[in-house]
């Protein structure tokens, strides 16, 4: 399908949208220097509008594949190490690239899988990636491990594809309810994208 039609078929339902609690959460994290780069396969702008609201336009580089060349993003990546940076792995709205077919998702350059792979062998959040996404998937079972991975599980019962990758790279899991970091006696969702930012970014702060 051109990426004309594509345009026309997700922005009815990925324009018009405010970023969730979570994003926010997400952007105060990265503002704190805690996170300092997001490798996202969304096509919506909701990462990029909560950070610009808290980050000077001047601090933060959003990299689309697509637009660059997949050597050129590892390039600008290896000397943003610590700055504020999104990567859209599979396109964006705005500049009307949509990779979906498996084809145009499957591999990345080896310049940009070698920089995705460091990007990953420290500490890392996989928040809300599913099984479809092979490019991805790749990189994590792959990367040398320095620091930890955590895994933010939603869903009981994962993609059985998801789960084997998970173990192999020995991930740990984030998943079901546990104590509010605001008041012990309350449970909270965990694995949920808003809940996990929030008390991530709350625990951090006290």
Same mark, same amino acid.
């Given at each position: 399908?051109?990426?004309?039609?594509?345009? &026309? =078929?997700?922005? !009815?339902?990925?324009?018009?949208?405010?970023?969730? =609690?979570?994003?926010?959460?997400?952007?105060? +994290?990265?503002?704190? @220097?805690?996170?300092?780069?997001?490798?996202?396969?969304?096509?919506?702008?909701?990462?990029?509008?909560? +950070?610009?609201?808290?980050?000077?336009?001047?601090?933060?580089?959003?990299?689309?594949?697509?637009?660059?060349?997949?050597?050129?993003?590892?390039?600008? +990546?290896?000397?943003?190490? @610590?700055? !504020?940076?999104?990567?859209?792995?599979? @396109?964006? +709205? *705005?500049?009307?690239?949509?990779?979906?077919?498996?084809?145009?998702?499957?591999?990345?350059?080896?310049?940009?899988?070698?920089?995705?792979?460091?990007?990953?062998? @420290?500490?890392?959040?996989?928040?809300?990636?599913?099984?479809?996404?092979?490019?991805?998937?790749?990189? =994590?079972?792959? $990367?040398?491990?320095?620091?930890?991975?955590?895994?933010?599980?939603?869903?009981?019962?994962?993609?059985? *594809?998801?789960?084997?990758? =998970?173990?192999?790279?020995?991930?740990?899991?984030?998943?079901?309810?546990? !104590?509010?970091?605001? $008041?012990?006696?309350?449970?909270? &969702?965990?694995?949920?994208?808003?809940?996990?930012?929030?008390?991530? &970014?709350?625990?951090?702060?006290?």
């Amino acid at each position: 399908i051109p990426y004309i039609q594509r345009y &026309n =078929i997700f922005h !009815p339902f990925l324009s018009n949208r405010e970023p969730s =609690i979570g994003y926010a959460h997400l952007a105060q +994290l990265v503002k704190d @220097g805690l996170i300092s780069t997001i490798l996202t396969t969304n096509w919506d702008p909701l990462a990029e509008t909560a +950070l610009a609201r808290v980050i000077p336009a001047e601090s933060l580089k959003v990299l689309i594949r697509g637009e660059l060349h997949d050597d050129t993003i590892a390039d600008i +990546l290896s000397w943003r190490r @610590g700055f !504020p940076t999104v990567v859209k792995l599979h @396109g964006d +709205l *705005q500049s009307r690239r949509f990779h979906l077919a498996r084809s145009e998702t499957r591999r990345f350059s080896d310049k940009l899988n070698e920089e995705l792979r460091r990007c990953m062998s @420290g500490y890392a959040y996989l928040v809300g990636q599913m099984a479809q996404d092979v490019d991805v998937l790749s990189v =994590i079972l792959n $990367a040398r491990r320095d620091g930890s991975l955590y895994y933010v599980k939603y869903h009981d019962e994962p993609h059985t *594809q998801l789960q084997q990758i =998970i173990t192999n790279a020995d991930a740990q899991v984030i998943t079901h309810e546990a !104590p509010s970091v605001v $008041a012990s006696e309350e449970k909270v &969702n965990i694995g949920d994208f808003d809940v996990f930012f929030s008390q991530l &970014n709350l625990a951090v702060q006290q």
